[in-house]
């Protein structure tokens, strides 16, 4: 990992509000905290490379998922900025439609981030009610993908 791949992640943390950043891997590890005042902290310690796409995967687990939604919806919401596809290619149908029954290891779309295609999962159990982005369009961190009634 150099500088430049450094400085694209501290953009993406001025851009997406997110104040801390955590990445370690065997051999591998940075720290990227907002301080109040001033710019990110970094600490680094690098004995192997990394590519920037690597860490937009990495960042992708859980975060942005509640369960505020109105009426007894959970919201599936978007880990990252990117690129949403509702299905692996043009010609494939949807991994998921409105009253699809999905499960916590659903596959529900994918989000292109820096040219990795990063799998969204439901990591709930229960029926989908509502798809909320469009096919092909970008989509923010945290944006609500799709309205998922739980069973």
Do not use: H
């Not at 310690?45 to 920037?52: F, G, L, R």
């Not at 937009?56 to 939604?69: C, H, I, L, M, Y």
């Amino acid at each position: 990992m150099d500088l430049k791949d450094i400085k694209a992640i501290i953009d993406l943390m001025r851009k997406n509000a997110i104040s801390e950043f955590e990445l370690e891997r065997q051999e591998f590890k940075i720290r990227l905290k907002r301080a109040t005042n001033c710019g990110p902290t970094v600490t680094f310690d690098d004995t192997a490379s990394i590519n920037p796409a690597q860490i937009v995967a990495t960042t992708s687990s859980q975060a942005g998922r509640t369960n505020d939604a109105p009426l007894g919806t959970i919201d599936i919401k978007s880990p990252m900025i990117g690129t949403l596809y509702r299905s692996s290619t043009p010609e494939s149908s949807p991994y998921v439609d409105v009253g699809s029954e999905v499960g916590p290891d659903t596959v529900v779309c994918l989000i292109e981030a820096m040219k990795v295609m990063n799998e969204i999962k439901a990591e709930v159990r229960g029926v989908i009610t509502q798809a909320m982005a469009d096919n092909s369009k970008p989509v923010e961190f945290g944006q609500p993908l799709f309205k998922v009634r739980p069973l």
